[in-house]
């Protein structure tokens, strides 16, 4: 079975411009979170979505934006980017919402803003 | 306010002795601790986890262990292989929420 996999996985944009990275579950998995790591802060939730709704969502700027498609394929969008938006983002899918432990993680994508 | 603390960022331990990376949290509704491993270019992979109504949870070489009271959870490893050499986060869940809150992790060097 195929991992999740995430695309690009590495990106350098300018300050002011914006970002859509994307995320394809595990097969069967329904669920998809996104989190922010960077090396100050750690792993930082970001938002889940579930059956293409919204269920959760962390303490990030409007900025951050995600949607979620039929196929559980997932989208993050980060608009008017800033230089601490420089991190690395991983997705992770489970096969239910809240299924924590059940989370699998994506290699992540690197984003660079200069 | 930081609910996960993981205040050593890096720690070294000998081949074949015992590394134990420890994490403190705050919020006394989590009722799910986890640890996860992560190498270099790759995501976290779930390494072992523990319920609150338990102190301690044993799987092969890992063992985490679990104080209420203190608020405190370890996780040790043992014998400490070069493979083990990675990032590890310890991560709480059930604190009013399903999300999961992050430790910033420790980073652990298996010396040779």
């Known amino acids: 079975k195929a991992g999740v996999t995430q695309t690009p996985r590495y990106l350098i944009k300018t300050r002011g411009q914006q970002v859509t990275l994307s995320c394809s579950p595990i097969?069967?998995?329904?669920?998809v979170s996104w989190y922010q790591q960077t090396p100050g802060q750690g792993l930082q939730f970001l938002f889940e979505?579930?059956?293409?709704?919204?269920?959760n969502k962390g303490n990030f700027p409007g900025r951050f934006s995600g949607r979620q498609f039929s196929n559980s394929r997932s989208e993050m969008n980060v608009s008017t980017l800033e230089l601490g938006d420089s991190a690395l983002y991983l997705c992770?899918?489970?096969?239910?919402?809240?299924?924590?432990?059940?989370?699998?993680f994506g290699p992540g994508t690197r984003l660079t803003v200069t | 306010d930081q609910q996960v603390k993981q205040n050593s960022p890096s720690l070294s331990v000998q081949e074949g002795r015992i590394s134990i990376l420890n994490c403190d949290y705050t919020?006394?509704?989590?009722?799910?601790f986890l640890w996860y491993k992560k190498y270099p270019a790759e995501g976290p992979t779930f390494l072992i986890s523990?319920?609150?109504?338990?102190d301690k949870n044993e799987d092969g070489r890992f063992t985490v262990f679990l104080n209420k009271s203190a608020k405190h959870l370890s996780l040790h490893i043992v014998p400490s292989q070069p493979g083990d050499s990675a990032v590890y986060f310890c991560?709480?869940?059930?604190?009013?929420?399903?999300?999961?809150?992050f430790g910033k992790g420790t980073r652990l060097h298996i010396l040779p």
């Open positions: 992770a899918s489970s096969l239910a919402a809240g299924n924590t432990y059940e989370q699998y």
């Open positions: 097969s069967g998995h329904r669920s």
């Open positions: 979505y579930f059956s293409e709704t919204q269920r």
């Open positions: 919020n006394s509704m989590f009722d799910y």
């Open positions: 523990i319920s609150s109504i338990k």
């Open positions: 991560a709480a869940n059930g604190g009013g929420d399903d999300k999961i809150i």
